[in-house]
């Protein structure tokens, strides 16, 4: 289950307005949906953990990913699902503490073959403000969006890694890396010492269909001072298994 809170960064793209502060947060059962001809319909539950009523309304938006990493909004999307995917409802009014509300995605059948995407965003609505309510008030409002995937026929990605560099002043490693193919890669980002010992990890890692290479810079442990022995691994986002496995 993925937990947003209102004070605290998301995995994944979350944005914040001024609004009244409370404590407030909900909850998600998916960070991302996949769909495709044979699973056409999904659930997506937000669930409301905080000690008040909490209102919600949904919308798509299409999105792309910069060679950095950073997801924000775009138009005539070249590989967008936005127009193949309809959910309902469009907003939940008073959801209950410690409850959920249940949103229905589904998409249609398509003709084309590979991966489209477009972006599902969940908004807090906010209660109007207390009549007695005097001076500057700050009123945070929780987005967050989540990616929903529509694949259609076979979907083949290759991926690389590349351009290895090590800054011993900052412990920092750059690289990048590359994809190609008619869908997104994603995994998990393992960097092991000459020991065999996990000095980092980062896990649901993206590069989308749109970009061709992404480019990482991560900091590594003040004890490591080369990247001599270093081993980067990819692997697959649920089972673990290995996609790529590269000396660095």
Not at 230 to 246: A, G, R, Y
């Amino acid at each position: 289950m993925l937990q947003i809170k209102r004070f605290l960064k998301p995995l994944m793209a979350v944005l914040c307005l001024t609004s009244l502060t409370v404590n407030a947060e909900f909850n998600l059962d998916k960070y991302r949906v996949v769909l495709d001809q044979k699973e056409r319909r999904t659930d997506l539950r937000v669930y409301n953990t905080s000690e008040e009523f909490i209102s919600f309304r949904v919308q798509l938006l299409d999105m792309a990913m910069n060679e950095i990493g950073e997801i924000k909004p775009i138009e005539d999307y070249a590989y967008s699902a936005k127009s193949l995917v309809r959910v309902s409802p469009r907003m939940a009014k008073n959801v209950t503490p410690h409850t959920y509300q249940k949103f229905r995605v589904r998409t249609r059948g398509i003709k084309e073959i590979g991966e489209f995407r477009t972006h599902l965003l969940i908004e807090e609505l906010l209660p109007p403000l207390d009549g007695e309510a005097k001076g500057m008030i700050i009123r945070p409002n929780l987005r967050m969006v989540i990616p929903i995937f529509i694949k259609n026929g076979t979907v083949n990605v290759d991926v690389s890694a590349t351009n290895f560099a090590f800054t011993a002043t900052d412990n920092t490693l750059n690289f990048d890396i590359n994809r190609s193919g008619n869908g997104s890669a994603f995994g998990n980002i393992i960097i092991e010492d000459s020991n065999g010992e996990i000095i980092y990890r980062k896990h649901n890692v993206g590069v989308y269909r749109e970009l061709a290479q992404r480019k990482f810079s991560i900091e590594l442990p003040d004890t490591i001072q080369t990247r001599k022995g270093l081993i980067f691994k990819l692997l697959h986002p649920d089972s673990e298994e290995i996609i790529l496995q590269q000396s660095i």
